[in-house]
């Protein structure tokens, strides 16, 4: 009865507003109008079409006031629906219109000007209305065409400009004014007439019709070869995993090693299957969906499988973390409510098909009974499930990598951590309806609303509704693409390294092949950029494969030119004579011999007397090291360093720790210190700068992204940061920078195929040069770091600062050098934060869960 009564008040309520001529049409004959749209194909991932729609009406017009009220008002939504729209439909939706702004009114002496820009991505194969403009994609043609508001049909259309961006028009319904091939105007020189129909038939430059094809739901090629990256990185794992077991450190098998390996292994594969899940699940749900397989399950009850699936992966992970008693006894609870809320919907008030109408009695009772809340309950027992699991687990493994016991690696959380995790459960859901309820009044701005009315509100309710409905979705796609997929692999494998270095009992000089295999695994999952997204297709795997090759050939030629893999004799190299027992000989060494060279700088300069042949002898000796294997009788064999090799060149090889995995986590601290600035730096390019953060009132993960990439961003650091401590005494170069560099040069290797795919198919770069400029900006500094750390135990008390030890250990031509590659970064960073400011990045009002990262989340690198 309320349905029926309702939708009989809609259609009076209609025709009513026709019959009286709510817009009083007649009064805005003398109204001037002029519309255009620009499409935009390069430099764009999807085809961008932007539309600017200017109404003059004069001041005569009824409904001229209502345009200077507040947009709260109800008369404000009546005049510019009249304008902008048909006045005949009082509830409208606009699914892929996006504003940057309200229409922008300005009154003149005679008119009021109302200037509305808006604009839409065609980023599907759905049709798209905004403005006065409709799109209408086909596989290879797009029709566009202007739809003229009634209330303006006898209005004066001054100009109607369409600028095609470049392609020329396959068909034109009426011939233009003026322009040319990729641009047409029709314009009237005075009132009266019938305006000119305006519809035109183009073919997109292939790769933006390849685009939005493959973006659109139902097609599941782009998710399978997402898949096949994930394949060739856990091929990768594997083979690290395999090189582990033929090589232990510990020859009778040392517990934490081997739990640490196995752990890998799990981690891997478990990695694998989520992701694969995380990935097919939409596309394989909306492809069976249009097939008309299974529809129960992949349309009616879409929302249900996907709490389903969410849940159970969450499970895996406590199942895995053994989080402890009382993290298990609510995580049971949890999910008892989850899959009571999955199979019988009914119960909480929420609708049996997942899907509510405008106005039926399922949305009335959804409405009175609070079916909201006990949605968000549903979704915040996910939340807390998955923040349980992922949390146990990655404690867990690290634990594995030096407890004795297997029973001491459980992954225990104490009641505090589980407090705070039920906190940030209830928190994410309920602010992703907030930001669902701001988006539903960014596409409904115009719809009518009187306080008195409910048919408003049953059908606000059930928008708001299907919009959220997809929250269990989103979740397992953003949780697992931007933390689960490359935190777990990192910190198994940082477990792995841990554990070896544990059992090697600080014999480790230099990573053996197996722990450089690892840590290649390690650059791969925790410090490179995921990229390769083309025409809609994800193809990740040539950068990938390209950084792996630069990383294996950077890592062979420091094993050849390294200072500590120089020969010192035939078959013998620098390493295995360099111990941490000589360490201090070495630093007393290296000491001297910047002593003894700034007094030769000083006889040369005349500023002092001396001996010049006793400096040299001497300098002589301390290039000289004893020889690891004396001919007999003759025990005390001097042999000499390789060309360009000094005591210096020694020390800083050695780095500010006895092993390579000290040197490791020593990088991760300054790196992570030093990456602070560059953080915030990257935070504010890739999510606040421009539009960016008011999108992020409207996005349903919006605020839990920032945090997130806070966090990334800081691991992504640390990170990069004991990669290039750990390979310090692999990488080539003779100082710090020159390390930094190589390392540096190697991330930047996938972003440049990257790079030559964007310019191919005319798609932007993004930020992808700030990120590299950064990285090595942040190596750089932390490689400086660790050459001052290297003395600064043993001299550092001698000098009141660090900046006087640098140029003491550099000397001041090497200082100088090094003093001018940082200026040239700070120049770079500066004419690129420059070129940012300037440009306005892509955002995508509308949801569309087929649109999102071409591998299986929002991945920028790692981070």
Aim: net charge positive.
């Amino acid at each position: 009865m309320v349905s029926t009564t309702a939708l009989v008040w809609i259609w009076l309520s209609g025709t009513g507003a026709a019959a009286d001529d709510e817009c009083s049409a007649a009064q805005l004959k003398a109204a001037r109008v002029s519309a255009s749209v620009r499409l935009k194909h390069a430099g764009e991932d999807f085809t961008k079409a932007e539309s600017r729609f200017t109404v003059r009406v004069p001041k005569s017009w009824d409904l001229a006031d209502g345009l200077l009220l507040n947009g709260d008002t109800e008369r404000y939504r009546t005049a510019m629906r009249c304008l902008q729209r048909s006045p005949d439909a009082p509830y409208q939706h606009r699914e892929w219109e996006g504003r940057t702004r309200a229409p922008k009114v300005t009154v003149q002496e005679k008119w009021i000007t109302v200037d509305h820009t808006t604009m839409t991505w065609i980023s599907d194969m759905s049709e798209r209305v905004f403005g006065p403009w409709r799109i209408t994609v086909g596989n290879r043609l797009w029709s566009l065409r202007l739809v003229r508001p009634p209330a303006l049909d006898h209005a004066w259309w001054e100009e109607i400009t369409v600028d095609l961006g470049g392609r020329a028009a396959r068909s034109v319904s009426s011939p233009p004014t003026t322009g040319n091939a990729t641009e047409l105007t029709w314009s009237r020189s005075k009132a009266g007439g019938d305006p000119p129909e305006t519809s035109v038939l183009l073919q997109p430059p292939a790769a933006k019709a390849s685009a939005a094809r493959w973006s659109t739901w139902g097609v599941v090629h782009p998710s399978l070869a997402s898949l096949l990256y994930y394949a060739v990185i856990l091929a990768m794992l594997l083979a690290a995993v395999r090189a582990l077991k033929r090589s232990p450190v510990s020859v009778q098998g040392d517990v934490a090693e081997e739990r640490t390996v196995r752990n890998l292994r799990i981690v891997g594969w478990l990695v694998f299957a989520i992701t694969t899940l995380q990935i097919l699940d939409d596309a394989l749900l909306s492809h069976f969906s249009e097939q008309g397989t299974a529809l129960f399950w992949t349309d009616e009850q879409r929302t249900a499988v996907h709490f389903v699936l969410a849940l159970l992966t969450g499970l895996v992970l406590c199942f895995v973390g053994k989080p402890g008693r009382t993290a298990v006894a609510v995580v049971f609870a949890a999910s008892a409510y989850v899959i009571t809320v999955a199979i019988a919907p009914e119960w909480f008030a929420l609708p049996s098909n997942w899907f509510l109408e405008s106005e039926t009695w399922e949305t009335w009772t959804f409405q009175e009974e609070g079916g909201m809340c006990a949605f968000v309950g549903a979704c915040a027992c996910v939340v807390f499930i998955w923040l349980v699991g992922l949390t146990s687990s990655l404690i867990r493994w690290w634990r594995s990598s030096s407890a004795l016991a297997p029973g001491s690696s459980r992954g225990t959380l104490p009641s505090a951590v589980l407090g705070v995790f039920a906190v940030l459960a209830l928190a994410l859901p309920a602010v992703s309806v907030w930001t669902a309820q701001n988006l539903w009044e960014h596409k409904s701005w115009l719809s009518q609303r009187h306080p008195d009315e409910t048919a408003y509100d049953f059908w606000s309710a059930a928008g708001l509704f299907n919009e959220v409905r997809w929250f269990p979705s989103d979740w397992l796609d953003w949780i697992n693409g931007g933390t689960f997929w490359w935190w777990a692999p990192s910190m198994a494998l940082i477990a792995v390294l841990r554990a070896r270095d544990a059992a090697s009992a600080g014999s480790a000089v230099v990573p053996e092949a197996p722990e450089r295999r690892t840590l290649q695994v390690l650059f791969v999952f925790g410090v490179s950029s995921v990229v390769g997204w083309y025409a809609g297709i994800p193809l990740a795997v040539p950068p990938l494969l390209a950084l792996w090759l630069a990383l294996t050939g950077l890592l062979a030629y420091g094993t050849r030119r390294a200072v500590l893999f120089r020969e010192l004799a035939p078959g013998i190299r620098l390493h295995h004579l360099c111990g941490e027992p000589n360490r201090q000989r070495l630093l007393k060494s290296a000491r001297r011999h910047r002593e003894l060279h700034a007094q030769l700088r000083r006889l040369e300069q005349g500023h002092e007397e001396g001996q010049r042949g006793g400096l040299e002898r001497e300098l002589d000796r301390l290039n000289r090291l004893p020889h690891p294997s004396p001919p007999p009788g003759l025990p005390n064999t001097w042999i000499k360093l390789p060309p360009s090799v000094g005591p210096v060149d020694l020390a800083l090889a050695w780095g500010p720790r006895a092993t390579w995995w000290g040197n490791g986590c020593r990088g991760a601290w300054f790196a992570a210190l030093l990456g602070i600035p560059a953080s915030g730096v990257l935070l504010w390019a890739g999510q606040i700068r421009g539009l960016l953060w008011a999108d992020k009132f409207m996005q349903r993960l919006g605020f839990a992204d920032v945090l997130l990439g806070v966090i990334n961003l800081q691991l992504f650091w640390a990170l990069a940061g004991f990669t290039l401590g750990a390979l310090w005494r692999l990488l080539p170069g003779r100082r710090g920078p020159a390390r930094a560099l190589g390392l540096s040069l190697v991330y930047a290797v996938p972003l440049l195929v990257h790079w030559i795919g964007t310019r191919l198919f005319e798609q932007p770069f993004g930020t992808w040069g700030l990120d590299v400029s950064l990285t090595l900006m942040v190596l750089t500094l932390t490689g400086v770091a660790m050459d001052i750390d290297t003395f600064r135990q043993r001299e550092g008390h001698y000098w009141p600062t660090n900046a006087g030890l640098l140029l003491s250990v550099y000397q001041w031509r090497t200082a100088s050098v090094q003093a001018a590659f940082l200026v040239g970064q700070i120049v770079a960073l500066v004419t690129i934060w420059q070129q940012l400011k300037g440009a306005d990045p892509m955002v995508l009002i509308t949801r569309n869960p087929t649109n999102g990262d071409p591998v299986g989340g929002d991945l920028t690198g790692s981070p």
